[in-house]
């Protein structure tokens, strides 16, 4: 007959826990480590290997996350200066175009056409400052030569 002993529940519950967790493996890795030595207390020699395994791998799991902590913050930094320099490009673009007169389909600005057109607004904004009241007067006078 068989020396099968049907598994207890219980049990099975508990080794899949502790391979879940990572026991197993390192339970393992000892055992072949001691193996492999051969050590005279193989009691001691495990004690003092498990936390070592656990440690090793403890440490390989920290580097992994530090490295790709690391590349996060190098990928951010990259990204937060790609903005500053589009920001920076954006409000000199706003301030370039606060200055630029108002165009029409044209091309023409408005003072421009203005002038063209013989309005006393366009002459003042193409004569400059200085010249202004010489072409605010003309255009008074022509105002009171049509009324």
């Given at each position: 007959m068989s020396n099968f002993k049907?598994?207890?529940g219980s049990k099975e519950d508990f080794r899949k826990y502790l391979e879940r967790k990572g026991v197993m493996d390192s339970i393992t890795k000892v055992l072949i480590k001691c193996n492999a030595d051969r050590p005279e207390n193989a009691i001691e020699y495990l004690l003092e290997n498990l936390g070592e395994t656990q440690q090793k791998d403890t440490i390989e799991r920290?580097?992994?996350?530090?490295?790709?902590?690391?590349?996060?913050?190098?990928a951010l930094k990259l990204e937060i200066k790609s903005l500053r320099v589009n920001s920076v490009k954006s409000n000199?673009?706003?301030s370039?175009?606060?200055?630029?007169?108002?165009?029409?389909?044209?091309g023409v600005s408005a003072d421009q056409n203005n002038a063209n057109n013989?309005?006393?607004?366009?002459?003042?904004?193409?004569?400059?400052?200085?010249?202004?009241?010489?072409?605010?007067n003309e255009?008074?006078?022509?105002d009171a030569a049509t009324q």
């Open positions: 049907p598994v207890d920290l580097e992994n996350d530090l490295s790709e902590a690391r590349n996060e913050i190098e000199s673009n706003s370039d175009d606060s200055l630029q007169e108002p165009q029409d389909d044209s013989g309005s006393a607004e366009g002459k003042e904004a193409l004569a400059g400052p200085e010249k202004s009241e010489t072409v605010a255009s008074n006078a022509k």
